[in-house]
């Protein structure tokens, strides 16, 4: 079992514990960390913390936990880490991982040199479809992955910090895109270097310095493509839906709006909807298990397991600063208003990528374009004459 | 932490172990028992469970154990049910309690009078989506609940036991129906009285004694009705769904083959799609965590917490004897063709209910019968004189 | 092309004439009666309609058209009906046809002994996605059917006399269920006779003298079964869903609530979303044409390409007095509290019918109950002997 | 009434007659042209249209017809509007207009010349949905709208000209992003001007020249973005979706793989199941009504009403023309890898527009940036100091 010191207490936080402590789990929040001592203690009562600290340093060096959770403002995470890993502690820390690639890379060497376990919080990774769709990719149920879209939209985020690009690192994409993008490397494969990335933002509702709604496009070396959309400025709930299209088949994702539940209410209910729900009365749509359809609940376990097998997770502080050097490139597209290449300058993927493209022969002078069931029942071939290029039809 | 011994080690014995050693969970199986031994063992070792047996008598009386989970054939809960209450362990009983309500009673008092704790397995009751929809329902959200439906369909059971009505005690109602009653028992109250039950049964496909094809009414004493539908010659996977009316709301329920979960796949992959699915190309609707979606995870967790915190669960023993009572009445409403009265020895909820109409004046003379906005946007209403009970319209 | 006689000038009448002038249809309404003048006038104007009456004989014998459409109240069908029959004109009679069979049977005698043409204006029984399901049952798409379920509920009807039982010759089911049972009806097979119903109807909630909610059970003579669900005390807009379930496959219809349309809004918009629409903010599910999707757009070409070809439409008097008759039989079962038979003294299907039931053998000695793949990958069958009735499992 | 050449008796030749000649309707094809009389002969036949022709000037000049339809390959479609304007007859064109934004501009320039009315073909902005979420939008039930996604992906064409992009103009952009561009630009408003394009396009799939797949962004004057997303490797049907986003709304429509039909079938239906539908047996989802779910029947309905009402269609060849300039930029885009400008040397819309970003005061020194309803039940906002741009955090 796991004694975790926790450092934030935020919606985060509180999402994070609520999966820990839930449904008889066996690893347990030990100390509860608030930059506000006040905070910190209405927090650890609430959920059953035995200790509470002002003090990170303490919180951190608490003899009685062996995990240090990473649930604070994106500036903070960088010390917070550092102080982990050399207090010599497994350290799992939320997305992103930093503000930009350079932050991260300082965190994966710190970690890495004090030789402790560390695990990327990308929940969104770790829903139970994802972790589904991606065993059915494995399994070849698509074929080669040709593009991925991952779409994180809301009407913006609930704290004061998202909305400072200073203490943030941006907009709409380091926040939500991180999690986009590393759901389309996941379908795509990690081993596939990502290449370069074109990108659209812009402020287009809210009066804040970052952008609030961005669509980008990440081009790997396969010829595979990662498409992120997200939003700040999003009407309606929280949009988290995913596609994957391969050369043999497609897969779509619906982790929030549309999971099965559906209920009109003419009265309301009282209080609490579903995260980022906006109405109270009408057709809502709530989801049965929040946490878990999050994946926080998966996510822990992958961690937890990972530290007491002296195994990685399937999300480490290395996949987390590929996410943020991908996130550097789109917001330099942003700038540049061309493609942006992504820099990695420490890569541990594979050197040589296969192209997704894929030939079938039609006969021996002829390669098969597409064939399709026609409205009268024949089947209708397009085929190509591999010598001269010339384009015709075929009926069988 | 829970000790359990679980008796048999089929389908379900399965699905409960996924979901106890699942992810992280602090309760654990210390000894399985079959009535093969050679089952035993086999399952044993592929759940890392510590001991196992061909001795029913063993597995209860093992002294590292404190409860028992019977995941027997129907026919094999009474005398499994006793022996343990006589061992004063924890009792948990899979769905239906007994084949019938006299089975029920008697391991009903088994349990009261051994003073131990019972708890009911009836899993769908525990599903994250009918969770939140009961608390939505508890919250006012569809005002009174007039009507619930609640399907179970399928092409068939999976075991040779099912099929043999002296073995299980019918077909698909006992088997699926004991289900879909208790679900709308819960949505329409438990304090409330089920009063009888209309029911259609018949052999449609399969070459059985059985019914393999139901629907029925339960008419509760407020005038609410709960309906279920089950069959075992249903085609396209499982369908499990549930529909709630009430004055002010509707809820809608999709647990299984619309989750979330599009995959459209031109080549297949390999083996297992989802419990009872059918195709293996095509358009597939897998689930993302199917014993989190079936109510396991969470049905677990309420029990064990019950027993730590010396409380009732949301079902006990006395609820599974309900739904035998109101199972029973169905049968006799197919043999009688007529409402069957619900026979209920013991009943322990209100006496006397109100009923669900409601009545809303329009003025001091008139009743407002209803209120729709027309196409040209105007509103209609239309009322009802108090006194001369005449009916007409006005325009607002 | 036909110019036509159109009796009644509410909502019915309206989406007929919606359908009729829509879209370069080349029929024409030439003359409108309402029961009052001034309506009449107004509507006339509205549509583009060249004459109006306040007097049904003058409208009926207009020597300008040459067929009548009824859209009156249900107790003004018969007068209607024979007036327009004696006229020789072309009749089509909104739904139900009578206020019960004897009322329909005197319809349709009324009508054959003119020898005129007759259509029964059952809309939902022509809609395209009816039409395209009821091809693909024809086409053997989901083998023999077991069972279809139909449901037609809202919050409802909007003009005072649907109300009044003396009027409309009952409830929710007369309203509503005479759609359900010809929905089922027609997909069963025409030709296969109705046996006998069970039904439970109950005022729940309006402060009227007929139900308000029922579900009725339909048996016919080959054991398939179609459920009827009415209600007018539904909320959340129009619910109008089919279910089809047959030995070899199952369709789903969803005409109104769930087509393909999603929008929420936190402002709303001006004026109208759809039929018994009761929310103007929060998710709203529209419908893109409405009466096409009601089906009178594919009813009328059918009703007149029939008069024009001199044959038959798909929907005649005789259905709707086959339809009077199933409902006659559910009120009688309301009543009796027992399954009742439906009396058909004049039935022109056929006279005997094969069973739904299917037999498979397994091999010499075995029948095959079903097969199920298991989460191991492999098959597994259930078989029982053919001789001793035994039931037991195989794996494949 | 309208009296039709058909030019073309192709796929699109056969889905225009089915509109034009379905239900009732009064105009009539009176002669069909094809390059091969054969062909020409064998579909007169097919759908009894009384002349037709292996030579396109005596088709088009047929003095029994006022209206000359363009359905033929792309590359011929100027030369055909060229005759048939210059023949005095109105001229409706399928989609894409030209195969680039040069030969549009001629074939406006020459029925301008002509005088003679003319109306583009985009079926996909004449869908019911479409029209009805179109309606919405003007009516503000979206507030401003910043974003459409239009997709349309299947497996690729049926004929072989499409694959040659000589012929064709192109790939998947000029054949399927014509559609989306429209769509996005009807929503986002057609009087706001297109500025430039950003996309990505690669031959993912087939052994062909042009692109198989594209994703490209348009951004407009007020800084809205329509995006498209095309592929001709699509697998599991056709896909065709739009999403609106605004900033009081969203909307989202499904015109084809998700409209309310669901089918499960063990065995098959005979033959045809929808336009480019993959399987034959599993889950399958037609379509009730193609060619009306396709826009073509409200298209022709627009087309023929505005001939005789001597105004505009919705859409004309000055619509064709902007939407192939914004093609034209897309390929410039891919090209350059860079955003394109899209030139306009004709513009007829509106020469400034006002921005999408709305600014909500808090109070007289703060500016809202948003409110959320926590779990607990609050509401949290976030403010923005006017002066200062310090962004912070209030309780409500």
Redesign the interface.
């Known amino acids: 079992?796991r004694r975790i010191t926790l450092l934030g207490t935020g919606?985060i936080g509180?999402f994070y514990t609520m999966a820990l402590h839930?449904?008889?789990?066996?690893?347990r929040v030990g100390v509860a960390y608030s930059r506000s001592a006040d905070r910190a203690k209405e927090f650890a009562a609430e959920w059953g913390i035995p200790r509470f600290s002002a003090n990170m340093e303490e919180a951190i060096g608490d003899p009685n936990t062996d995990t240090v959770i990473v649930a604070l403002p994106n500036h903070l995470h960088e010390a917070a880490v550092i102080a982990a890993a050399e207090a010599g502690k497994s350290v799992l820390c939320t997305k992103p991982l930093g503000r930009n690639a350079a932050e991260a890379q300082r965190m994966l060497a710190a970690v890495e040199r004090a030789g402790v376990f560390h695990g990327y919080l990308e929940d969104l990774c770790y829903?139970?479809?994802?972790?589904?769709?991606l065993e059915?990719v494995r399994?070849?149920?698509?074929?080669k992955v040709?593009?991925v879209?991952s779409r994180e939209?809301h009407?913006?985020?609930?704290?004061?910090?998202f909305?400072?690009k200073e203490l943030s690192g941006g907009g709409a994409i380091i926040d939500l895109g991180c999690h986009c993008v590393e759901i389309a490397r996941s379908f795509i494969g990690k081993e596939i270097r990502p290449i370069e990335v074109?990108c659209?933002g812009?402020?287009?509702?809210?009066?804040?310095?970052a952008e609030d709604?961005a669509?980008g496009?990440v081009?790997y070396e396969n010829?595979a493509?990662g498409?992120f959309?997200v939003?700040?400025?999003?009407?309606?709930?929280m949009?988290l839906r995913d596609e994957v299209?391969?050369?043999?088949?497609?897969?779509?994702?619906?982790?929030w709006l549309?999971?099965?539940?559906?209920?009109?209410?003419?009265?309301?209910?009282?209080?609490?909807?579903a995260?980022?729900?906006?109405?109270?009365?009408?057709?809502?749509?709530?989801?049965?298990?929040e946490p878990?359809a999050l994946g926080y609940?998966?996510m822990?376990?992958d961690m937890?397991?990972a530290i007491e097998d002296r195994r990685a997770p399937r999300e480490t502080f290395y996949d987390g600063y590929v996410v943020n050097a991908i996130v550097d490139a789109a917001y330099a597209s942003m700038a540049?208003?061309?493609?942006a290449p992504v820099e990695l300058p420490i890569w541990r993927g594979a050197t040589a990528a296969t192209n997704?493209?894929?030939?079938r022969d039609y006969d021996a002078e002829h390669?098969l374009?597409?064939e399709?069931?026609?409205?009268?029942?024949s089947l209708?071939l397009?085929v190509?004459n591999k010598r001269t290029?010339e384009?015709?039809?075929r009926r069988a």
Not at 155 to 161: A, F, Q
């Open positions: 079992m919606l509180m839930g449904r008889r789990g066996r690893d829903t139970p479809k994802t972790l589904h769709a059915s399994g070849g149920a698509v074929g040709l593009w879209r939209t009407s913006g985020p609930h704290s004061d910090w909305w400072n074109m659209w812009d402020t287009q509702v809210h009066p804040i310095d709604s669509v496009l081009k010829g493509v498409q959309e939003s700040w400025a999003f009407r309606g709930g949009d299209a391969g050369t043999d088949g497609t897969i779509w994702l619906n982790h549309r999971t099965g539940i559906e209920m009109f209410t003419a009265v309301g209910q009282s209080g609490y909807v995260e980022k729900a906006e109405s109270a009365t009408g057709w809502l749509f709530p989801v049965g298990d878990g609940v998966d822990f376990a937890f397991d540049s208003r061309q493609w997704v493209a894929a030939i390669i374009i597409k399709e069931r026609m409205m009268d029942g209708k397009i190509r290029g384009i015709g039809e």
